[in-house]
């Protein structure tokens, strides 16, 4: 997980791309949009991480750093 990335794919696409995104890459199928990443499982963590960040920020009215923080802990906590 590379945050640079992440942050560039919340800036760069809106759900609905990175939903198609997951799509394919769950499916192996090539990506309409371009998303860094050693492999495809790379890329799937920064387009899920991506998807929860911009979720939060819509539902909570919260900017990027906050869903960022809340997402990093929820992953912290879930591999502890």
């Known amino acids: ?3 640079p990335v992440i942050k560039t794919v919340v ?3 809106n759900l609905a791309q990175l939903a198609a995104a997951e ?3 769950l499916n ?3 990506l309409e949009i371009t998303v860094e990443g050693d492999d495809e ?3 799937l963590t ?3 991480a991506a998807i929860a960040i911009k979720e939060a920020m819509q539902n909570e009215g919260i900017n ?3 869903a960022l923080r809340q997402y990093t802990a929820r992953v ?3 591999i502890s």
Do not use: D
């Open 11 to 13: 800036e760069s696409y």
């Open 46 to 48: 920064h387009v899920l």
């Open 28 to 30: 192996e199928e090539p």
């Open 23 to 25: 799509n394919s890459l």
């Open 1 to 3: 997980m590379k945050l």
């Open 41 to 43: 499982g790379e890329q």
């Open 76 to 78: 912290r906590t879930s």
């Open 64 to 66: 990027y750093a906050q």
